[in-house]
């Protein structure tokens, strides 16, 4: 039973090892208020010279922001952010709700963004900040929220750098539907309207030739 501290103890610390192996090619900030991931103000990517433009956008999460988008329940201010090439892009995310929130952006290079990701968490209620710097490619870049169902339910973006590479698929706000399901259930819907309508035209059409 003498063992039993040191066992312990032993175990928090291989909990910790591997906790730590898990994230440490990630570079984190953390603090009671969320999480800044791989946060970069100076690291130039490689087509940049210099630094182009400075960026400052503030962006609002919440249950608010879903309010005139049908099928959603989760929103954000802002759903399509534009930005020069080479620019730093500075975020102010701020969480109104009561639940956690992430603004993640994804498919940056992955020589300055392990896993090609950059992301801030926000606690319910809280705001945090964090800066990157994004390449001198035209390119459109999937920003959302990874808690489960939030992007599904609206928390789902687009950074467009310089003239972008097309708009991405069911942004809110940005392209036309969200649900690639109820686009076609929308066209199905009118096409059994005109087929109702053109069969009550022609029975009428036939009651009165025959009368
Ligand atoms: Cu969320």
Not at 13 to 36: P, R, Y
Not at 54 to 78: C, L, Q, V, W
Not at 119 to 140: L, R, S, W, Y
Not at 155 to 182: A, C, E, K, N, T
Request: proline residues 4%.
């Amino acid at each position: 039973m003498r063992l039993l501290p040191l066992v312990l103890l032993l175990a928090v610390a291989g909990a910790f090892a591997q906790n730590h192996a898990e994230h440490e090619h990630h570079k984190m900030t953390v603090d009671k208020s969320g999480v800044v991931m791989n946060e970069n103000t100076e690291n130039l990517p490689r087509d940049c010279e210099k630094i182009e433009a400075e960026h400052e956008f503030e962006i609002f999460a919440g249950r608010k922001y879903a309010n005139d988008i049908p099928g959603t329940i989760f929103g954000m201010s802002e759903t399509d952010v534009t930005v020069a090439p080479c620019s730093r892009v500075t975020v102010k995310f701020v969480n109104e709700d009561q639940i956690r929130h992430q603004w993640m952006v994804h498919g940056l290079p992955k020589y300055l963004y392990p896993a090609g990701m950059f992301h801030i968490e926000a606690m319910g209620g809280q705001t945090m900040t964090g800066t990157f710097i994004v390449p001198g490619e035209d390119k459109n870049y999937l920003i959302h929220c990874d808690m489960a169902q939030h992007m599904e339910k609206g928390m789902r973006g687009q950074l467009v750098v310089g003239s972008g590479s097309g708009d991405l698929w069911s942004v809110p706000g940005v392209s036309d539907s969200f649900y690639r399901s109820s686009y076609l259930t929308t066209r199905v819907a009118s096409f059994v309207a005109l087929l109702a309508f053109v069969a009550a035209f022609a029975v009428t059409w036939a009651c009165r030739i025959r009368s």
